[in-house]
């Protein structure tokens, strides 16, 4: 099993649409997750971050995260076509450093279509 | 503004002939990565210093070093690149114990001819 999995894409869904994005974590000790976009060619981008269970909403995004299903979804409400972007689960387990094993998800593809 | 410097954008390099891929940052983080990214993959982290303390993905392959001659910079050595290491090649940074997420460069598209 992977250590971080995303739901499989890509994903397509209509302007306006609310968007569902999942990720999957084997590591139970992991403690710190983030979602990042990546427009075609460019550099990934943070778009949120969420540490304890329960929900996060910033804009129109909001993350969730369970911590003992091990998962951590974004939700994308009102898509809009400039949402069009693969989306990359991080998750952060508490490895021999302080700092954490980085682990990516392998990315779920997005497109918002008018 | 802070942030983290890819040199150059786009890089273009023979087969077998050594290139050196460049990074800096003015955020002042202790922790910086080097991932490869090729066509529709996650990026996979082959290496990062926490401070000057070097520390090598299992899998990375030897054909791959990294230097950080200061807190600032960060180099990717490809000591004999091959048509399979063409790819995106992208710099982040953190800073242990402010929530680790990664402040990204533009990238670097290598190219091997």
């Known amino acids: 099993q992977k250590e971080v999995e995303q739901n499989s894409g890509p994903l397509s869904v209509p302007e306006g649409a609310i968007a569902s994005l999942n990720c999957t974590y084997s590591d139970r000790v992991s403690q710190s997750f983030f979602w990042y976009r990546q427009y075609s060619g460019k550099s990934p981008e943070l778009i949120m971050s969420i540490y304890s269970n329960g929900d996060k909403e910033d804009g129109r995004f909001t993350a969730q995260l369970n911590k003992a299903s091990q998962y951590v979804s974004l939700l994308i409400r009102d898509s809009q076509p400039s949402d069009s972007a693969t989306y990359l689960c991080?998750?952060?387990?508490?490895?021999?450093?302080?700092?954490?094993?980085?682990?990516f998800g392998q990315g779920t593809i997005l497109t918002v279509h008018p | 503004d802070a942030m983290v410097i890819q040199n150059p954008r786009y890089q273009v390099t023979q087969f077998g002939k050594p290139v050196t891929l460049s990074c800096s940052q003015t955020?002042?983080?202790?922790?910086m990565y080097w991932y490869q990214q090729k066509s529709s993959q996650a990026p996979k982290l082959l290496f990062h210093?926490?401070?000057?303390?070097?520390?090598n993905e299992a899998d990375t392959p030897d054909n791959f070093q990294s230097r950080r001659p200061n807190t600032s910079f960060c180099f990717l050595d490809i000591r004999s690149p091959g048509l399979g290491d063409a790819a995106m090649y992208l710099c982040a940074t953190s800073r242990v114990g402010s929530n680790e997420k990664l402040f990204f460069g533009s990238g670097t598209q290598l190219s091997v001819l």
């Open positions: 955020l002042n983080h202790n922790v």
């Open positions: 210093y926490y401070d000057k303390d070097f520390n």
């Open positions: 991080d998750v952060r387990s508490a490895g021999g450093t302080s700092y954490g094993k980085l682990t």
